[in-house]
């Protein structure tokens, strides 16, 4: 009996394409908007490829494996019980297990977790390490809360969590509002639940299986990204201005990797707004930010009391109409528009690496393209944070520590890998490179590959 093919010409055009997808996720904004970007240039590439077509590659890729949600049940310190939801989205794991990481934000829902698992994916595979796509979080906000209500949260959300994941079915990590002491929490909890000391989680503390350098590793991974795109038009990053979105772990560290290579940052923000230090936010005053932000848990406002010269922009204020040469939006997505793009463009800006998830809407991308901007989205350029989750992964497996030295080359390799696939799948016929669309294929192709020869499943 001949088996049911679905003809090539049914699923070949983009906007049929866009709204099955926006019908089958009613209300997910972040998802479809996700899915658009990177469809935008597989429908472009897979035009002549019937193979991808025929086995609905890019259709299977966009529905998540797995969404499980889950009811997190928590006492705070007065002892009233509270009640969050929490999500694990286990999108693609052709190429690796799921991975991914974890964030609590109170705006956290399906569809911008779904949106960050289906970005993780095509983020993992350009690493070059087995790595799927996978991403979870709770819409549990941790400013205010103590330390203790902190830890009960993160046991009790592993006391759900910890039977749809393991070191080689889904290994997630921090995220916003997750870092070292939370995955602490988490993974002390996991062990307490399966007795096994396992690689579950990456972004461990050093003394228990964490890698050097992970928490570094996003922000200088972005710069290094930043600074290849840079050279392909005979520049690099000594004398250049910055103007960097947020102030958390990614942030600091794109800032201290931009001053090192003699860069000038002048911005950070946070959610209620930004400080703008026209003197360079240099090496003393980031591990003021960093003492600040991430063990005092303060606001960027207290920088513009704390040095002379520094101003701040409150009301939710963002800095991209400060004038710079490069920018990098490290704090969540959608956080650059349109509107901002063409003001960073009218200001001269020539480079913009993402050091955030989907910071720029696709107005934005749009404009950045159209100028010929350097512009690296965040699937390409963050993807150093995730690459060191993999070599912690290996690291765990080995039962041995690398050097930090072993470590940074490793880093830089990645990230020039990645550059390298970009230019590879994204340069245009007029020499520009077109980075999203680089990093679109090039991740596709490779979990596209690993699922046609899967067969159907
Ligand atoms: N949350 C980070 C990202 O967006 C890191 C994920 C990980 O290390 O697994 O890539």
């Given at each position: 009996m001949q088996m049911h093919r679905t003809s090539v010409t049914d699923h070949v055009d983009l906007e049929g394409f866009m709204e099955g997808v926006a019908r089958r996720n009613p209300g997910q904004s972040e998802f479809i908007q996700a899915v658009r970007e990177v469809a935008e240039d597989i429908f472009d590439f897979i035009e002549d490829k019937v193979e991808y077509h025929e086995a609905q590659i890019l259709r299977r890729i966009a529905e998540p494996d797995r969404v499980v949600s889950f009811r997190v049940c928590w006492e705070d310190d007065n002892g009233s019980i509270r009640v969050n939801r929490g999500y694990r989205v286990q999108?693609?794991?052709?190429?690796?297990?799921y991975k991914g990481g974890i964030r609590f934000h109170p705006s956290v829902n399906e569809s911008i977790l779904k949106f960050l698992a289906f970005e993780q994916t095509f983020k993992n595979a350009l690493t070059g390490l087995p790595m799927g796509g996978g991403k979870g979080g709770a819409n549990f906000n941790p400013k205010g809360k103590s330390v203790n209500e902190i830890m009960r949260f993160c046991q009790s959300f592993m006391t759900e969590l910890y039977r749809h994941i393991g070191a080689n079915v889904d290994v997630p990590a921090g995220d916003i509002g997750v870092g070292a002491r939370e995955i602490g929490f988490m993974f002390g909890q996991y062990k307490r639940i399966t007795n096994a000391w396992e690689g579950v989680l990456t972004g461990k503390g050093l003394e228990y299986g964490g890698s050097l350098i992970r928490p570094e590793a996003t922000g200088y991974g972005a710069v290094y990204f930043l600074e290849n795109m840079v050279k392909t038009r005979g520049r690099d990053l000594a004398g250049v201005t910055a103007v960097i979105s947020g102030s958390g772990n990614v942030a600091t560290h794109a800032a201290e990797k931009i001053t090192q290579l003699g860069g000038k940052v002048v911005t950070l923000s946070d959610s209620e707004g930004f400080i703008h230090d026209p003197d360079g936010i240099g090496l003393e005053k980031i591990q003021w930010v960093k003492d600040h932000k991430t063990h005092r848990r303060g606001r960027i406002s207290q920088y513009a009391e704390e040095f002379k010269g520094a101003t701040f922009h409150g009301d939710r204020a963002r800095p991209w109409a400060v004038p710079c040469d490069v920018a990098m939006p490290c704090a969540t997505q959608n956080e650059l528009n349109g509107e901002d793009a063409r003001t960073l463009v009218k200001n001269g800006c020539f480079a913009v690496s993402e050091g955030a998830n989907m910071p720029t809407d696709l107005e934005g991308v749009h404009v950045f393209k159209d100028a010929q901007l350097l512009y690296a989205p965040g699937k390409a350029s963050n993807a150093g944070g995730v690459a060191v989750s993999g070599l912690e992964m290996s690291q765990n497996s080995e039962r041995r520590s690398w050097k930090e030295s072993e470590l940074q080359q490793l880093l830089r390799d990645i990230m020039d890998g990645i550059h390298d696939r970009c230019l590879e799948y994204g340069r245009k016929s007029d020499d520009y490179v077109d980075y999203v669309k680089g990093a679109n294929i090039a991740g596709f192709k490779k979990v596209a590959d690993a699922m046609l020869a899967f067969g159907v499943v």
């Amino acid at each position: 009996m001949q088996m049911h093919r679905t003809s090539v010409t049914d699923h070949v055009d983009l906007e049929g394409f866009m709204e099955g997808v926006a019908r089958r996720n009613p209300g997910q904004s972040e998802f479809i908007q996700a899915v658009r970007e990177v469809a935008e240039d597989i429908f472009d590439f897979i035009e002549d490829k019937v193979e991808y077509h025929e086995a609905q590659i890019l259709r299977r890729i966009a529905e998540p494996d797995r969404v499980v949600s889950f009811r997190v049940c928590w006492e705070d310190d007065n002892g009233s019980i509270r009640v969050n939801r929490g999500y694990r989205v286990q999108n693609n794991n052709a190429i690796g297990p799921y991975k991914g990481g974890i964030r609590f934000h109170p705006s956290v829902n399906e569809s911008i977790l779904k949106f960050l698992a289906f970005e993780q994916t095509f983020k993992n595979a350009l690493t070059g390490l087995p790595m799927g796509g996978g991403k979870g979080g709770a819409n549990f906000n941790p400013k205010g809360k103590s330390v203790n209500e902190i830890m009960r949260f993160c046991q009790s959300f592993m006391t759900e969590l910890y039977r749809h994941i393991g070191a080689n079915v889904d290994v997630p990590a921090g995220d916003i509002g997750v870092g070292a002491r939370e995955i602490g929490f988490m993974f002390g909890q996991y062990k307490r639940i399966t007795n096994a000391w396992e690689g579950v989680l990456t972004g461990k503390g050093l003394e228990y299986g964490g890698s050097l350098i992970r928490p570094e590793a996003t922000g200088y991974g972005a710069v290094y990204f930043l600074e290849n795109m840079v050279k392909t038009r005979g520049r690099d990053l000594a004398g250049v201005t910055a103007v960097i979105s947020g102030s958390g772990n990614v942030a600091t560290h794109a800032a201290e990797k931009i001053t090192q290579l003699g860069g000038k940052v002048v911005t950070l923000s946070d959610s209620e707004g930004f400080i703008h230090d026209p003197d360079g936010i240099g090496l003393e005053k980031i591990q003021w930010v960093k003492d600040h932000k991430t063990h005092r848990r303060g606001r960027i406002s207290q920088y513009a009391e704390e040095f002379k010269g520094a101003t701040f922009h409150g009301d939710r204020a963002r800095p991209w109409a400060v004038p710079c040469d490069v920018a990098m939006p490290c704090a969540t997505q959608n956080e650059l528009n349109g509107e901002d793009a063409r003001t960073l463009v009218k200001n001269g800006c020539f480079a913009v690496s993402e050091g955030a998830n989907m910071p720029t809407d696709l107005e934005g991308v749009h404009v950045f393209k159209d100028a010929q901007l350097l512009y690296a989205p965040g699937k390409a350029s963050n993807a150093g944070g995730v690459a060191v989750s993999g070599l912690e992964m290996s690291q765990n497996s080995e039962r041995r520590s690398w050097k930090e030295s072993e470590l940074q080359q490793l880093l830089r390799d990645i990230m020039d890998g990645i550059h390298d696939r970009c230019l590879e799948y994204g340069r245009k016929s007029d020499d520009y490179v077109d980075y999203v669309k680089g990093a679109n294929i090039a991740g596709f192709k490779k979990v596209a590959d690993a699922m046609l020869a899967f067969g159907v499943v």
